[in-house]
């Protein structure tokens, strides 16, 4: 006589699954399974790809992306700093860094009658070690 088998999945923690197959009589082994994650897709979720595509056109001028570079190596500056690095003219870097901090790449603190920048968005952080290989 054969023994009946059931498969029962039993949820542990949002991504781990336990297949349990129970015979008549006992619980005869349990398989650990992972639920994949769908993949993203324009389609699936268009407002991500167009978030990361907006910082890809940010970060893509020369002046932009040094200027970030930059930040991440002193933690923060303000554009006097920023400025005698570049050796450009003071209006041309804080449009600049206004793209950069409309675009939430960079965030300014006042101290005084001084603004200090920093780099607040990980991506853009990835991104720039990723290209520089710091």
Not at 7 to 24: A, E, G, P, V
Request: with cysteine; charged share 25%; net charge positive.
């Amino acid at each position: 006589m054969k023994a009946a088998y059931k498969i029962k999945l039993q949820r542990l923690t949002q991504s781990k699954y336990h297949y349990i197959i129970i015979n008549r009589y006992k619980i005869s082994f349990q398989i650990e399974v992972s639920k994949t994650r769908q993949l993203e897709t324009f389609t699936t979720n268009p407002k991500l790809f167009k978030e990361k595509a907006e910082l890809l056109k940010v970060l893509a001028h020369p002046v932009r992306l040094c200027i970030v570079k930059g930040l991440m190596a002193q933690e923060e500056c303000n554009v006097s700093h920023i400025q005698n690095c570049l050796d450009m003219p003071q209006s041309t870097i804080s449009q600049h860094l206004a793209k950069l901090r409309g675009a939430g790449i960079i965030e300014g603190k006042r101290y005084g009658l001084e603004v200090f920048y920093s780099v607040i968005n990980d991506d853009a952080k990835k991104i720039v070690r990723l290209l520089f290989g710091s």
